[in-house]
Nanobody, 124 residues
Framework: QVQLVESGGGLVQAGDSLKLSCAASGRTGSNYAMGWFRQAPGKEREFVATISWSGTSTYYADSVKGRFTISRDNAKSTTYLQMNRLKPEDTAVYYC?????????????????WGQGTQVTVSS
C-alpha cells in the first residue's frame, strides 16, 4: 500500500506561480508512474500531467502545456508540479496519484493510489 500526501496549494493571483508536492510513503519501492489530476467545482476530475517511473517521460494536458512542469525525486519519494502563469481556470482541487504501471498514462483507472488533494485558487 502507498500513501500520498499533497501540499503546496493556496490562494494566488493570476500570473503567479505555485509548486505542489506529493510525498509518498509505504511501499514506495515499486516502480510506478505518477500523475496529477484536478477537479474544479461542478466539473469532473481531469488529467493534468504524468511522469514515468524513471522521470524521462512526461505528458501534459493541452490546457497546462508550457505552463506546468511535473518532476519527481525518487530518492525522496516525492513528485512535484510546478505551476507558472496561473489562470483563474486553474482553480481546482489538485490530486496526485500513483499508477500501477511504470510508463506514463493519462487514464485515471490506471492509477491505484490517490492523495486527499490540495486546493489551488487563482483569483483574477
Amino acid at each position: 500500500q502507498v500513501q500520498l500526501v499533497e501540499s503546496g496549494g493556496g490562494l494566488v493571483q493570476a500570473g503567479d506561480s505555485l509548486k505542489l508536492s506529493c510525498a509518498a510513503s509505504g511501499r514506495t519501492g515499486s516502480n510506478y508512474a505518477m500523475g496529477w489530476f484536478r477537479q474544479a467545482p461542478g466539473k469532473e476530475r481531469e488529467f493534468v500531467a504524468t511522469i514515468s517511473w524513471s522521470g524521462t517521460s512526461t505528458y501534459y494536458a493541452d490546457s497546462v502545456k508550457g505552463r506546468f512542469t511535473i518532476s519527481r525525486d525518487n530518492a525522496k519519494s516525492t513528485t512535484y508540479l510546478q505551476m507558472n502563469r496561473l489562470k483563474p481556470e486553474d482553480t481546482a482541487v489538485y490530486y496526485c496519484a500513483g499508477a500501477g504501471v511504470s510508463f506514463i498514462t493519462i487514464r485515471s483507472h490506471d492509477y491505484k493510489y490517490w492523495g486527499q488533494g490540495t486546493q489551488v485558487t487563482v483569483s483574477s
